[in-house]
């Protein structure tokens, strides 16, 4: 495991108890505003919530602590978030705002919202896994992408139907004109040519 997530986690809560502090010197109420601040209470706060604990659990077994400023309770979560699969119907109205809809001054080209948007719905792809897409990761000539080291770590191939293999050679021959093809490029570009 990498621990990435988490070594942010503890890194932003370093930054709201204003720095380098002894672990000892941590209170309850810089806990207790780390893990619910001024944000809705959402599903996130537990897993912030497990993060210190590990992180107080190693003080406490190291002798820096005596006891955890951790609150004992949990509040009442929201239910998980129920996933929506978008109708044909609604997609083809999705696309055709995405087409009209990003600003002439805004970072984003409407043809890339509207290929991402595609590659989302038709290649089944996480949002995080698109946006990490780079023009070596995508064979257009053999209708597949290469999404590398995802969730788990894990890499996969992922097949495109002949409409989406269309729609995405119709979007690389406008993104290459533009940007050109550099294996390292990112597939799908801000209008300044950044992922």
Same mark, same amino acid.
């Given at each position: 495991?990498?621990?990435?997530?988490?070594?942010?986690?503890?890194?932003?809560? *370093?930054?709201?108890?204003?720095? %380098?502090?002894?672990?000892?010197?941590?209170?309850?109420?810089?806990?207790?505003? +780390?893990?619910?601040? %001024?944000?809705?209470?959402? %599903?996130?706060?537990?897993?912030?919530?497990?993060? $210190?604990? *590990?992180?107080?659990?190693?003080?406490?077994? @190291?002798?820096?602590?005596?006891?955890? /400023? $951790?609150?004992?309770?949990? /509040?009442?979560? =929201? =239910? =998980?978030?129920? /996933?929506?699969?978008?109708?044909?119907?609604?997609?083809?109205?999705?696309?055709?705002?995405?087409?009209?809809? *990003?600003?002439?001054?805004? #970072?984003?080209?409407? &043809?890339? #919202? !509207?290929?991402?948007?595609?590659?989302?719905?038709?290649? *089944?792809?996480?949002?995080?896994?698109?946006?990490? #897409?780079?023009?070596?990761?995508?064979?257009?000539?053999?209708?597949?992408?290469?999404? @590398?080291?995802?969730? +788990?770590? !894990?890499?996969?191939?992922?097949? $495109?139907?002949?409409?989406?293999?269309?729609?995405?050679?119709? &979007?690389?021959?406008?993104? %290459?004109?533009?940007?050109?093809?550099?294996?390292?490029?990112? +597939? +799908?570009?801000?209008?300044?040519?950044? /992922?």
């Amino acid at each position: 495991m990498r621990f990435d997530s988490e070594a942010a986690m503890l890194a932003s809560f *370093c930054r709201r108890v204003d720095g %380098n502090i002894d672990v000892e010197s941590v209170t309850v109420e810089q806990v207790h505003d +780390f893990l619910t601040g %001024n944000r809705p209470l959402t %599903n996130h706060w537990g897993k912030r919530r497990s993060v $210190l604990d *590990c992180l107080f659990r190693f003080a406490l077994s @190291r002798g820096y602590l005596t006891a955890s /400023p $951790l609150p004992r309770y949990s /509040p009442k979560l =929201p =239910p =998980p978030l129920t /996933p929506y699969i978008y109708s044909q119907q609604e997609l083809k109205r999705l696309l055709e705002v995405a087409s009209t809809a *990003c600003s002439p001054y805004g #970072l984003l080209d409407a &043809y890339v #919202l !509207r290929a991402l948007i595609l590659i989302l719905y038709g290649g *089944c792809l996480r949002h995080g896994e698109a946006l990490r #897409l780079t023009m070596q990761d995508v064979n257009l000539d053999e209708a597949v992408l290469h999404v @590398r080291e995802s969730k +788990f770590y !894990r890499s996969r191939l992922v097949p $495109l139907g002949a409409d989406l293999n269309s729609a995405m050679q119709a &979007y690389a021959r406008q993104r %290459n004109q533009r940007f050109g093809q550099a294996p390292a490029a990112p +597939f +799908f570009c801000l209008r300044d040519g950044h /992922p």
